[in-house]
T-cell receptor
Framework: GQNIDQPTEMTATEGAIVQINCTYQ??????LFWYQQHAGEAPTFLSY??LDGLEEKGRFSSFLSRSKGYSYLLLKELQMKDSASYLC??????????WGAGTKLIIKP | IAGITQAPTSQILAAGRRMTLRCTQD?????MYWYRQDLGLGLRLIHY???????GKGEVPDGYSVSRANTDDFPLTLASAVPSQTSVYFC?????????????FGPGTRLTVL
Protein backbone atom coordinates (compact mmCIF):
# COMPACT_ATOMS: atom_id res chain seq x y z
CA GLY A 1 0.00 0.00 0.00
CA GLN A 2 0.90 3.64 -0.21
CA ASN A 3 1.82 5.43 2.99
CA ILE A 4 3.04 8.84 4.08
CA ASP A 5 4.16 9.28 7.70
CA GLN A 6 4.77 12.54 9.52
CA PRO A 7 4.51 13.51 13.18
CA THR A 8 1.06 14.56 14.33
CA GLU A 9 2.15 17.61 16.29
CA MET A 10 5.30 19.58 17.11
CA THR A 11 5.99 22.55 19.35
CA ALA A 12 8.74 25.13 18.86
CA THR A 13 9.73 28.54 20.16
CA GLU A 14 9.53 31.80 18.25
CA GLY A 15 12.88 32.60 16.64
CA ALA A 16 14.07 28.99 16.75
CA ILE A 17 14.50 26.34 14.04
CA VAL A 18 12.26 23.32 13.56
CA GLN A 19 12.54 20.28 11.28
CA ILE A 20 9.42 18.37 10.22
CA ASN A 21 10.12 14.90 8.87
CA CYS A 22 8.20 12.89 6.29
CA THR A 23 8.75 9.29 5.24
CA TYR A 24 6.94 7.69 2.35
CA GLN A 25 6.24 4.41 0.62
CA UNK A 26 4.48 4.84 -2.70
CA UNK A 27 4.01 3.08 -6.03
CA UNK A 28 6.38 5.18 -8.07
CA UNK A 29 7.74 8.62 -7.33
CA UNK A 30 7.40 11.80 -9.36
CA UNK A 31 8.18 14.40 -6.76
CA LEU A 32 7.39 15.47 -3.22
CA PHE A 33 5.47 18.55 -2.16
CA TRP A 34 5.17 20.46 1.09
CA TYR A 35 2.07 22.55 1.72
CA GLN A 36 1.15 24.87 4.56
CA GLN A 37 -2.40 24.97 5.88
CA HIS A 38 -3.60 27.50 8.45
CA ALA A 39 -6.61 26.50 10.51
CA GLY A 40 -9.84 26.90 8.53
CA GLU A 41 -8.03 27.69 5.30
CA ALA A 42 -6.95 25.88 2.14
CA PRO A 43 -3.49 24.33 1.72
CA THR A 44 -0.94 26.56 -0.02
CA PHE A 45 2.16 25.38 -1.85
CA LEU A 46 5.54 25.72 -0.12
CA SER A 47 8.07 23.57 -1.96
CA TYR A 48 8.69 20.81 -4.46
CA UNK A 49 11.56 18.31 -4.58
CA UNK A 50 12.10 15.76 -7.32
CA LEU A 51 15.88 15.29 -7.09
CA ASP A 52 17.92 14.47 -4.00
CA GLY A 53 19.21 17.38 -2.02
CA LEU A 54 18.19 20.61 -0.41
CA GLU A 55 15.94 23.28 -1.90
CA GLU A 56 16.09 26.62 -0.10
CA LYS A 57 13.42 29.28 -0.31
CA GLY A 58 13.87 32.09 2.19
CA ARG A 59 13.25 30.88 5.73
CA PHE A 60 12.00 27.52 4.47
CA SER A 61 14.10 24.66 3.08
CA SER A 62 13.10 21.19 1.97
CA PHE A 63 15.31 18.14 1.67
CA LEU A 64 14.77 14.88 -0.21
CA SER A 65 16.46 11.48 -0.17
CA ARG A 66 14.76 9.21 -2.68
CA SER A 67 16.80 6.14 -1.68
CA LYS A 68 15.61 6.50 1.92
CA GLY A 69 12.03 7.56 1.09
CA TYR A 70 12.59 10.57 3.31
CA SER A 71 12.08 14.31 3.27
CA TYR A 72 12.15 17.11 5.79
CA LEU A 73 10.93 20.68 5.89
CA LEU A 74 13.18 23.07 7.79
CA LEU A 75 11.75 26.31 9.10
CA LYS A 76 14.19 28.93 10.40
CA GLU A 77 13.64 32.08 12.46
CA LEU A 78 10.19 30.91 13.43
CA GLN A 79 7.43 33.49 13.59
CA MET A 80 4.05 33.21 15.26
CA LYS A 81 2.40 33.23 11.83
CA ASP A 82 4.18 29.93 11.07
CA SER A 83 1.73 28.20 13.42
CA ALA A 84 -0.10 25.94 10.97
CA SER A 85 -0.30 22.40 9.72
CA TYR A 86 2.37 21.24 7.27
CA LEU A 87 1.34 18.62 4.75
CA CYS A 88 3.72 16.28 2.96
CA UNK A 89 2.49 14.81 -0.34
CA UNK A 90 4.10 12.49 -2.88
CA UNK A 91 3.24 12.27 -6.58
CA UNK A 92 2.93 8.61 -7.53
CA UNK A 93 3.46 6.88 -10.88
CA UNK A 94 0.00 8.08 -12.07
CA UNK A 95 0.79 11.69 -11.09
CA UNK A 96 -1.77 11.53 -8.30
CA UNK A 97 -0.87 13.14 -4.98
CA UNK A 98 -0.73 10.88 -1.92
CA TRP A 99 -1.10 13.00 1.20
CA GLY A 100 0.19 12.64 4.72
CA ALA A 101 -2.14 13.50 7.60
CA GLY A 102 -0.17 16.66 8.32
CA THR A 103 1.95 17.96 11.19
CA LYS A 104 0.42 20.63 13.39
CA LEU A 105 3.16 23.09 14.37
CA ILE A 106 2.58 25.15 17.49
CA ILE A 107 4.82 28.19 17.99
CA LYS A 108 5.24 29.52 21.52
CA PRO A 109 6.52 33.00 22.35
CA ILE B 1 -12.64 35.47 -10.69
CA ALA B 2 -9.03 35.06 -9.63
CA GLY B 3 -7.82 31.51 -9.14
CA ILE B 4 -10.25 28.86 -7.96
CA THR B 5 -13.59 29.39 -6.24
CA GLN B 6 -16.01 27.07 -4.46
CA ALA B 7 -19.64 27.42 -3.47
CA PRO B 8 -21.24 27.26 -1.03
CA THR B 9 -18.80 28.18 1.75
CA SER B 10 -20.72 26.01 4.16
CA GLN B 11 -23.91 23.99 4.17
CA ILE B 12 -26.03 22.02 6.62
CA LEU B 13 -27.90 19.25 4.85
CA ALA B 14 -30.50 16.69 5.88
CA ALA B 15 -29.57 13.07 5.26
CA GLY B 16 -31.00 11.75 2.02
CA ARG B 17 -30.92 15.10 0.24
CA ARG B 18 -29.08 15.71 -3.00
CA MET B 19 -26.33 18.34 -3.00
CA THR B 20 -23.97 19.76 -5.61
CA LEU B 21 -20.76 21.50 -4.60
CA ARG B 22 -19.53 23.92 -7.22
CA CYS B 23 -15.94 24.56 -8.27
CA THR B 24 -14.71 27.01 -10.91
CA GLN B 25 -11.19 27.97 -11.94
CA ASP B 26 -10.01 30.64 -14.35
CA UNK B 27 -6.40 29.51 -14.73
CA UNK B 28 -7.14 27.24 -17.73
CA UNK B 29 -5.71 24.29 -15.80
CA UNK B 30 -6.44 20.98 -17.47
CA UNK B 31 -6.48 18.83 -14.33
CA MET B 32 -8.96 19.24 -11.46
CA TYR B 33 -9.52 17.34 -8.22
CA TRP B 34 -11.99 16.93 -5.38
CA TYR B 35 -10.72 16.07 -1.90
CA ARG B 36 -12.31 15.64 1.47
CA GLN B 37 -10.40 16.48 4.62
CA ASP B 38 -11.27 14.89 7.95
CA LEU B 39 -9.47 15.39 11.23
CA GLY B 40 -6.47 13.09 11.55
CA LEU B 41 -6.87 11.58 8.09
CA GLY B 42 -5.39 14.16 5.79
CA LEU B 43 -6.66 14.90 2.31
CA ARG B 44 -8.34 12.03 0.49
CA LEU B 45 -9.01 12.13 -3.24
CA ILE B 46 -12.66 11.59 -4.23
CA HIS B 47 -12.62 12.12 -7.99
CA TYR B 48 -10.35 13.76 -10.51
CA UNK B 49 -10.35 14.95 -14.09
CA UNK B 50 -7.19 15.11 -16.20
CA UNK B 51 -8.89 17.09 -18.96
CA UNK B 52 -12.34 18.34 -19.96
CA UNK B 53 -14.63 15.44 -20.87
CA UNK B 54 -12.82 12.84 -18.73
CA UNK B 55 -13.13 11.88 -15.06
CA GLY B 56 -11.65 9.24 -12.80
CA LYS B 57 -12.21 7.73 -9.37
CA GLY B 58 -9.95 8.50 -6.47
CA GLU B 59 -9.48 6.81 -3.12
CA VAL B 60 -13.01 7.41 -1.73
CA PRO B 61 -15.46 7.81 -4.66
CA ASP B 62 -18.52 6.00 -3.28
CA GLY B 63 -21.57 8.23 -2.86
CA TYR B 64 -20.10 10.98 -5.06
CA SER B 65 -20.22 11.80 -8.76
CA VAL B 66 -18.54 14.46 -10.90
CA SER B 67 -18.74 15.88 -14.38
CA ARG B 68 -16.32 17.95 -16.47
CA ALA B 69 -18.25 19.51 -19.31
CA ASN B 70 -15.68 22.28 -19.82
CA THR B 71 -12.22 23.33 -18.62
CA ASP B 72 -13.37 25.73 -15.92
CA ASP B 73 -16.05 23.86 -13.96
CA PHE B 74 -15.90 20.65 -11.95
CA PRO B 75 -19.04 20.12 -9.81
CA LEU B 76 -19.24 17.38 -7.18
CA THR B 77 -22.65 15.82 -6.49
CA LEU B 78 -23.80 13.86 -3.48
CA ALA B 79 -26.83 11.94 -4.75
CA SER B 80 -28.20 11.05 -1.32
CA ALA B 81 -26.18 12.53 1.52
CA VAL B 82 -25.27 10.49 4.61
CA PRO B 83 -23.79 11.69 7.94
CA SER B 84 -20.40 10.11 7.11
CA GLN B 85 -20.08 12.65 4.31
CA THR B 86 -19.78 15.42 6.87
CA SER B 87 -16.39 16.90 6.03
CA VAL B 88 -14.52 19.83 4.52
CA TYR B 89 -14.36 19.53 0.75
CA PHE B 90 -11.57 21.09 -1.26
CA CYS B 91 -11.41 21.51 -5.01
CA UNK B 92 -7.98 21.86 -6.62
CA UNK B 93 -6.55 22.37 -10.07
CA UNK B 94 -3.20 21.86 -11.73
CA UNK B 95 -1.50 22.59 -15.01
CA UNK B 96 -0.70 18.98 -15.85
CA UNK B 97 0.98 19.61 -19.18
CA UNK B 98 4.44 20.29 -17.77
CA UNK B 99 5.03 17.50 -15.29
CA UNK B 100 4.23 17.41 -11.59
CA UNK B 101 3.28 21.04 -11.07
CA UNK B 102 1.68 22.06 -7.80
CA UNK B 103 -2.04 21.93 -7.15
CA UNK B 104 -3.90 25.13 -6.34
CA PHE B 105 -6.75 24.84 -3.86
CA GLY B 106 -10.08 26.54 -3.54
CA PRO B 107 -11.18 27.91 -0.14
CA GLY B 108 -13.21 24.81 0.71
CA THR B 109 -16.82 23.92 1.50
CA ARG B 110 -17.70 22.85 5.02
CA LEU B 111 -20.55 20.34 4.76
CA THR B 112 -22.56 18.97 7.67
CA VAL B 113 -25.02 16.13 7.05
CA LEU B 114 -27.54 15.58 9.82
Amino acid sequence: GQNIDQPTEMTATEGAIVQINCTYQTSGFNGLFWYQQHAGEAPTFLSYNVLDGLEEKGRFSSFLSRSKGYSYLLLKELQMKDSASYLCAVTDSNYQLIWGAGTKLIIKP
Amino acid sequence: IAGITQAPTSQILAAGRRMTLRCTQDMRHNAMYWYRQDLGLGLRLIHYSNTAGTTGKGEVPDGYSVSRANTDDFPLTLASAVPSQTSVYFCASRNASGGANEQFFGPGTRLTVL
